[in-house]
Structure formats: C-alpha cells, structure tokens
C-alpha cells in the first residue's frame, strides 16, 4: 500500500484567505466566538512575528498595529473543505479524512497510481500545486504507513516521501506531541525524559506496557512507523459551491463581480477537474438585514468559459441589482457535460451559443426578462395570451409541419379601440324584446379610419377564469370591410361583453 | 357608408349588453330574419341533453333540466345518459310533474368507429383514448328493450367495473325503434372527420345508415359559438347532403342553465384530477351548452331552418315513455272457464276462509275479506294476477315440502299473501300494500 497525507494548517484562515490574493501577505488573525469573548483560532506567519498567538482575545489583537482581524466563517470553511476535498479527489477515489482540530487533513491512498501519476514524489507536487491553484498551502508526506504519511505531514512542511522500511527513521525526530497524547502521559514521558518518537521507538516494549497499559503498545507501533490502519473511504459527492462573506456589506457592483469572478474561476477549474463544464449558476446573495435575493444563469450550452460566465453574471446583476448592500455571496454550479453540437455540412449557420447567450441577456437588461424569448401560447381558451420561455437553438434542423397552409393572423398588441354601429335584425315578434335580436357589426371606425362592413360572420364566444379576478367573457367577429379609400381589409373585432367594449384585435393576411 | 357621427365611443353600449347569444350569420343573410319573425316556443325540441348521471360529465339533476325545459315552453325534452339509463325515472316522473314529454335515450360508446377527439399533442393535458359517442333515442317499446338490451350487453362483457363499449355487431342486433343522432365533439362524425376528412365521415355515416336505417339516422349540429365547431359542421351538412341524411340540431347540454357551466368545470377537475388553475383548455370555451329556447336556436340555426324543424319531426316519432314499459308478468295457467283474475279470487278466499273461518275468529273474517277485496282489484287493475298465482303455486309447494316460507316487499305485505300463510317480513304493514305502485 501506499498513502499520501496532505495537511492544511490554520485552515479557517486558508478558507478565508483563498479568494483574498490582497490579504494574503499581510497579518491576518481570524477571531472565532462571541462577540465579547473573541479568541484567535487561527493565523498567518507575519501576525505571528508581529507577536499574536492563538488564544488571544480581540482586545489584545486589536493593541497589535496593522493586524487585520477576520471573523471565522463556517459557510466558508465548508466550501474550502468541499474544494480540498475535490483537488485531493483528482489523485485517488478513495480518500480518508484525517483532520483535527483547526487543520484539514487528508490521506490518500494512492496504491497503483505511479502509471497515471508517475512516482510518488511526481504525485505529491501535482497535488501541492492543484492545492496551491486552488488558494491552499498544504504539506504531503508519502508512506507505505497511513499514520506515518498522516504525522509526518502533520509535523513537516513541504514534501517528505518516505522510503518504504524508513518509517521509524522518518518520524524518529518528531516531537511526542505528534501523538497527541493526553496530559497526563505526556507529562510521564516527559519525567522519563522521552521527547521524540525516535525515543519512544527504542524503549522496550514490555516495560512500557508494564508501566502505561496497553495503549503504550500502540503509541510505540506508531512511533515505529508501523501501527496498522484500516482505511476508511469516504466518498465526496461532487457539490460546486463557493461561498464567500464579505468583510463590510458592499453596494458596488465592481465589488461584487471581482469576487464573483473569483468564484467562477475555481468552480470552472472544479469542474473541469472532472472534466464536465457548467450547465448552470446560482447566486444566493444575501442582503443586509437578512433578506435573500437569488439571480439563476441557465446558458444556453453547458460552458467553461469564464469570461462569458462572468459577462452572463454582470449583465444579471446589473438586470437585477441587490435591493440592498450585499453581506456574503454563495455561487453554486450545476455541472454537466460539455456540450458537442455536430454541425450539418448544409445545414444553416446558427450563432454561437455563448454570444446568443450574451446578447440575449443584454437585450433581456434592456427591455425586461419577461419580454425575451420564444413566445408559448398559453393552455387557456382566452385568445391571444401566450407566455415567454428561453430561446435555445438546440442545432438540429427545424422540422416544418406538414399542415395546409392556413390564413396568418396579425395580432394588434395592444388592440386598437373602436366605434363600431351595429344593424339589428329584430327575431322576436314582440319588438320590445331585443334579447332574441341577431345584431351584427354594420360599421366601425379607429382614430384615424372609417370601414364600411360587407359581411360579418359569428359571434364567436370564450369566457372562463370564473372564480379568480381574471374572469373573461368576449365574442369575436370576423369580418370583411371597406376602408373610406376604398381598400379591402380581413379582420378580427372582438367585444368585451363585462365591459361592452370592441377593439380591432388583429388582421387576416 | 354609414354615418360616422353616429356612431358610438368604445366603452358606450352599442348593444344590449345581457344579449345572450348571436348567430353566426352573414350581415346579409335576411332569410335568418324571415324565420326567426315566425319561430314559436314549441318549435324546438332539445333532444341531446346529459344529467349529472353522466358521472362529472355533466351539471344538473334530470328534475332540474325539465324544470327548465318547462319554464322555456319546451313541450318535450329527451335524456342521453352516457352508457346509462340512470336518470331516466327522476326524468320521467320530473316531466309528469311539468306535463312535458320526457324522450329516453342514451349516449353509446362504440369500439370501431375510430377514437374520440383529444387534445393536440402541444397541450399539457391529455385524455386515454376512448371510442366516441352517439346518441340512440327510443322510438317504441322495442327501442326502448334493445338499448337496455345492447347496454346490459356491452356493460357485462366488461370484466371488471368499467364503462365499457358497444360493438358494431352490438348495434346491428339491438337497432330496432331506436333513433341515431351522431353526436357532437363526442361523436363518430368529429372523429372521423378529424382523423380522416369528409371521405371517412361519409364511410362512417353509411355505416350507420346501414345499421339503423336511413330514415332513422340524423346528422347532429352543434353550435357553441367556436370556430373549429362551426367548421365542423360545415363538413357534416356536405356529408348529409351528399348521402342524403336529414340533419337536425342540438345543443348537446350538460346543464340547464347558463350558470352551471361553473360547477361543469369542477367537475371537469374533478375528473382529470387538476385544480381550475391548472386546467386549461380542458375546460369548456364558453358557456353554451344550456338549455336554449326555440328562439335562441332558431337563430344560431338560421341557415338550416330543416335542422330546427328536424327536431319536432323526431319528437313526434318517440312515441315511448316510461308510462308504457309494456312489462307484462308471465301468465299462470288456469282451468278452462277461469281467468287468472277469477281463479286468484278462489284461491284468496280458500285462503281466508282457513285463516278466519274458526268461529273465535269469526269477527275479523269480514274486515279480511274487505281488504282482500281492495287488494284484489288493485291487483286485477294493475295485471299482476299472474304473478300472485306464481308466488301461491310457490307457496303451496314449499308448505308441503315443509319449507317455510318467508317473503318480503309490499306483495308479501298483502292480505293476499297473508291469506296463504306467507310470512310477512312486516305483519303490521297490511295498509301499505302496493303502496309504492
């Protein structure tokens, strides 16, 4: 067997850290608790050597000149953890989690993995630098032992590989405190003047036991390099998420796409780690005072171009700018695979998706959502409602319906109002009755028009809706007239009998 | 031209607003006019019309829309049930209520006649397919045996509780005194003319001809006020005129008055599991399947005045109601020189004589004999002789087998029986004998 322990320090500052390039060679302290009782959970070399240490509370950080105080974020750790895990992922399928405390720490067994990788020292620097792209700094230790890879990492910066038989020498200068013993025992080994894991090693093994239990046998295996493990696999479900809290709520929209593209940056790289693209994004801002506003980028092909991603996110931002000054952001990505349109040697020259993509959404910034796309007739009696739904050009040659060519009606939006004379046919023998009267459009006019009718066929009725506030109840009639110039037109008048009101509603072509 | 200056802004009424329905007629058909000045109430006879017995198909009780029929001077009205004659008792007992004459019928499902219409395929609802429905009408007595006949025919050939359908040879062996209208958008005709144009409606319509005779199938008009509808019926005048069937009208109702469109349309949901939302265009368009008045038809018909005509032409060959169900009990053989009335009367009196001939019972031998009396000329009225003399040749057979004998209804509640030693269910219910006929 063979393992690859990967160990990220201070990890909640890493995950604060990864998308902040500008904060990263400068004192940074996180503070994590309440807010009167903040400690230092984790920080950087420089705030170390301007004198912070964990444990100190904010009073005393703040006394320090030019340390930047972040506050820890478990949403933002928990999206670095899901990136780590992801990079690790690209090495080996089977992966244990062998963090503690505030480091994230991984092993890998990495057995059989020299063909696709190269030899363990190749791996390892693969692996740091997928790490360091992704915004980590991590030290990887290789062993044939899970604990010794695991402590080793844990102890040393950098790369170690440890030779296979050499695991008692590698570790041999490790302090005890690697073992993590409990106080108590660590202050025993520390009467009897044992150190290091070296030390431990050559003490004898029965003495030990005698003196400690059996529990001394283990620590003992483990300072040899040869404690035995049983590997415990996890299995990370792929989650493109990147989440991000900004330090002050930001209004900006430059602000905001500076780190949105951040984001989209390392989900495109994630995913094309996996060799997928993005089919789609969601953006969870949330807003001060709680509120959340939610933006969806759908492209019309899955893609891992990112500076169409990121023109897609600033014309839906500016589409739909925050109601408020933005706290944190949370991107998540769907992944799918990359899209492959064959194209036809005849077939006609569609655009290209992403630029339709773009224009679409900036006409869709310009005019209204709503007012873009492929228009839908409704399922609905009611005539003429239809909805919009996203235009696609999906590349496959449209097929023409095969139907008899039918009359096109031109539709009025909106509908033109009327006056309209009416000739009535009186049914009924009682003439005071008008109800049973056949009364059709003789005559009508528009602001600008008079029409004389020559004949008029319907009424054509639709009502529906009855128990919600959109109830409808029209008649439409289809008539022939003569304009006052003499021309001929085919059209469509419709009456609103709720209101009796007639509008010119379209034309026959 | 007209005059311009006359003419009126939008928003101003330009025409009463609550007319109820308009034509679709041409600006210069005058002949509408001419017929609708002599059209009288009694003209138009509605002869497609579905109660809520056609389970959530259709909106109101068969007491509501005689009711209507009534109020619109309608002289009769006929009932098509899907698959049923569920409603027809209320129907009928409703139209003696109303003094108009209630016609019997039922809308038939028919396996090979092609598929009912369903929705274009771009629309979110769709239906199963199911075989379309005409409307059989009974002209007589026979008419009126063949369609329950060909319905207990159908219904029991299904295995399971389904609505099931009538074959060709179903309609071929049970046709007689019946009257074939083809129906509307449920019919053979839509279907065909959809599936396969006026060719495959003209072979569909010769079938039908075929099985029920040409004087006895009529080519149904609907008009709802929709395009598609009209178009329709268009294609289906060619078809008559081409084989020479008569048309005749109908508004294919499924409620009696304009308002119950809404609880139509529930039901609608109801049946296609939806919310009113959600339903769509399974909804109807608008709101014309009520009851129309003589007038109101009379103008949507203007075109083909025959079509109204039609109507009263039909009504009058529906010569069967349910007040001649013509049932006629089996008759019971009798002795020469006895009727089965007479040979009853002898057997009722040997029967009360052994019960109140002992002289402690003395005293209520005249009051049995009083009541006997009364029952047995209700009995000789309503013909049931036969079946009296079947029940106390029964009972005599089971008394000397040593059975006993125990009966239950109003027939077993009779002196009659009584006198026989038949056990009444109910030994106190002697006045409510027959009660219930």
Redesign the interface.
């Known amino acids: 067997m063979m393992y690859a322990a990967v160990y990220a320090a201070q990890f909640p500052l890493q995950a604060l850290l990864r998308l902040r390039g500008d904060l990263k060679s400068k004192p940074v302290v996180v503070m994590e608790g309440r807010a009167t009782q903040e400690t230092v959970c984790a920080l950087n070399g420089q705030a170390r050597l301007r004198g912070a240490a964990l444990g100190m509370t904010r009073l005393e950080v703040e006394s320090m000149n030019g340390l930047v105080l972040l506050a820890r974020s478990a949403e933002g750790e928990a999206a670095a953890r899901a990136v780590f895990l992801e990079c690790a992922a690209q090495f080996s399928p089977r992966i244990e989690e062998a963090s503690r405390g505030t480091a994230c720490a991984l092993v890998l067994d990495i057995t059989g993995t020299e063909r696709l990788f190269g030899p363990a020292q190749t791996l390892a620097e693969r692996l740091r630098a997928a790490l360091a792209a992704a915004g980590f700094r991590a030290s990887i230790a290789v062993s044939a032992n899970y604990h010794a890879a695991r402590m080793k990492a844990a102890a040393t910066r950098g790369i170690t590989v440890i030779p296979e038989g050499g695991e008692a020498a590698a570790l041999e200068k490790l302090p005890l405190a690697t073992l993590e013993l409990a106080e108590e025992h660590a202050e025993t080994f520390a009467l009897w003047g044992m150190r290091t894991l070296g030390e431990l090693a050559a003490a004898p093994e029965t003495e030990l036991v005698t003196r400690l239990g059996a529990q001394a046998s283990d620590w003992r295996q483990l300072a040899r390099g040869a404690a035995e493990h049983a590997f415990q696999s996890i299995e990370p479900a792929l989650s493109l998420q990147e989440f991000f809290e900004f330090d002050t709520p930001v209004e900006q929209m430059e602000s905001l796409l500076f780190m949105g593209a951040r984001m989209i940056d390392c989900l495109v790289a994630r995913a094309a780690g996996r060799a997928l693209a993005l089919v789609s994004l969601t953006v969870d801002m949330k807003l001060e005072g709680g509120r959340m506003q939610r933006l969806a980028l759908r492209p019309a092909v899955a893609s891992m171009d990112r500076k169409f991603l990121l023109k897609l996110l600033q014309l839906e931002i500016g589409a739909h700018p925050p109601e408020a000054a933005v706290v944190a952001l949370t991107i998540a990505a769907e992944a799918g695979q990359s899209s492959k349109v064959q194209l036809g040697l005849f077939a006609p020259q569609t655009p290209e998706p992403s630029r339709l993509d773009v224009t679409l959404a900036r006409l869709k910034a310009l005019v209204g959502e709503e007012r873009v796309g492929s228009p839908v ?5 009611h005539a003429g409602c239809f909805r919009m739904q996203g235009f696609a050009v999906d590349g496959k040659a449209s097929e023409q319906d095969r139907e008899p060519a039918r009359m096109a009606l031109r539709r009025m939006r909106p509908p033109l ?13 009682d003439t005071t009755r ?12 528009d602001a600008v028009n ?1 029409f ?13 809706c ?3 506030g959109g109830a409808w109840d029209e ?1 439409e009639w289809d008539v022939l007239a003569t304009r ?1 110039d003499g021309t001929f037109v085919a059209c469509l008048l419709m009456r609103d ?1 709720m ?5 010119l509603e379209a034309y026959y072509d | ?2 005059n ?1 200056a ?15 329905y ?7 058909s ?1 002949q ?2 001419a017929q ?2 002599s ?1 009288a109430d009694g003209e138009y006879i509605e002869l497609h019309a579905a109660s809520a017995f056609s389970f959530l198909d259709g909106a109101s009780q068969p007491e509501s829309l005689v009711e209507r029929a009534a109020e619109l001077n309608m002289p009769a009205i006929a009932l098509g049930d899907r698959n049923g004659l569920y409603g027809v008792a209320r129907f009928h007992t409703a139209s003696k209520r109303s003094g108009i004459k209630a016609h019997i019928g039922a809308e038939i499902a028919v396996k090979g006649l092609g598929s009912r219409l369903r929705p274009p395929a ?4 769709q239906c199963a397919e199911e075989p379309p429905r005409m409307l059989l009408l009974c002209a007589s007595q026979a008419g009126y045996q063949n369609l329950s006949q060909l319905i207990t025919r159908f219904k029991m050939r299904e295995a399971t509780k389904a609505e099931g359908a009538a074959t060709l040879e179903d309609l071929e062996e049970f046709s007689s005194g019946l009257i074939c209208m083809t129906g509307g958008d449920e019919g053979p005709l839509a279907a065909a003319l959809a599936h396969g144009g006026a060719s495959q409606a003209r072979a569909t319509a010769e079938k039908l001809a075929s099985i029920y005779g040409r004087g006895n199938l009529y080519i149904e008009l609907q008009r709802h ?3 598609e509808e009209e178009c329709r019926n268009q294609a289906l005048v060619g078809v008559a005129s081409t084989l020479g069937l008569p048309v005749i009208a109908a508004n294919g109702v499924r409620y009696a008055v304009e308002k119950d469109r ?1 609880l139509l ?1 529930v039901f609608t949901c109801i049946r296609n599991g939806v919310t ?2 959600g339903a ?2 399974l ?1 109807t ?4 399947r009520h009851l129309r ?1 003589a ?2 038809m ?2 949507l018909f ?1 075109d083909i005045p025959e079509a109204i005509a039609n109507t009263r032409i039909v009504s009058e060959r529906l010569e069967f109601t349910l007040n001649n169900l013509g049932y006629e009990f089996p008759h019971y053989p009798v002795p020469d020189g006895e009727t089965m009335d007479s040979f009853l009367r002898k057997r009722v009196e040997e029967g009360v004589l052994k019960r109140y001939g002992a002289p402690a019972r003395r005293g209520l031998l005249d009051k049995a004999r009083a009541q006997v009396k009364h029952e047995l000329a209700l009995i000789a009225k309503l013909g049931f002789a036969g079946y009296f003399l079947i029940v106390w040749d029964m009972i005599r057979f089971c008394q000397k087998q040593g059975f006993l004998v125990q009966g239950r209804g109003s027939a077993a509640n009779s002196a009659v029986c009584y006198a026989w030693k038949l056990r009444p269910s109910i030994r106190w219910a002697w006045n409510f004998f027959l009660s219930v006929s």
Not at chain 1, 434 to 445: C, G, N
């Open positions: 007739l409704e399922d609905t009696h109002p009327i006056w309209v004379v009416l000739s009535s046919i009186v049914a009924a023998k008008i109800e049973h009267s056949t009364m059709t459009p003789a005559a009508f006019r008079s004389e009718i020559t004949a008029a066929y319907g009424p054509w009725r639709s009502s529906g009855w128990w919600a008649e006052c009998r209101r009796n009101q007639w509008r | 031209m007209h311009v006359n003419m009126r802004s939008p928003g101003t009424p330009v025409c009463h607003p609550n007319d109820e308009r034509a679709p007629v041409s600006a210069t005058k509408a006019s609708l000045q059209m771009w629309l979110p609802h006020q929709r395009r809404e349309d009113l939302d769509g265009r909804l368009a608008n709101s014309a008045s007038r109101e009379a103008a203007g």
